[in-house]
């Protein structure tokens, strides 16, 4: 098994937060277009029925608008929790940083090598 170090490890962590926060802001436009969709497509239905068109067809239209709307509010949603993906992975880190950083430090600058991990551990 490959040993990931503390700052591999931080490095993974940090990408983690990028690419959620990328991801988030992109799953949150299309949200935004698909509200924007939805609605002009309310419009097109309202004019469908101002011009006394069958009640099947301005349905169906209505029907697509709901649905994009649903599809804008789940986007949305799945938007938030990106959010707070990013925002755990951001505190992880932090947290890594300030009770670890001292002791990759340490461990850096000396003249000897460790020994492998399972040489510390208490039988």
Known sequence: MAE??????????????RLVATDGETIRQIGLCAEQNAQAVARVADSLANLEVDTLTT???KDVARIMRGVSDAAITVASTTDAVGAAARAADTQARR????IDEQVGAMTV???KAAFYTQE
């Open 99 to 102: 009770t670890h950083e001292g």
């Open 4 to 17: 990931t170090t503390y700052r591999q490890l931080r490095a993974q962590v940090q990408e983690l937060a």
């Open 59 to 61: 349905g169906e239209a």
């Open 113 to 115: 090598p460790m020994a």
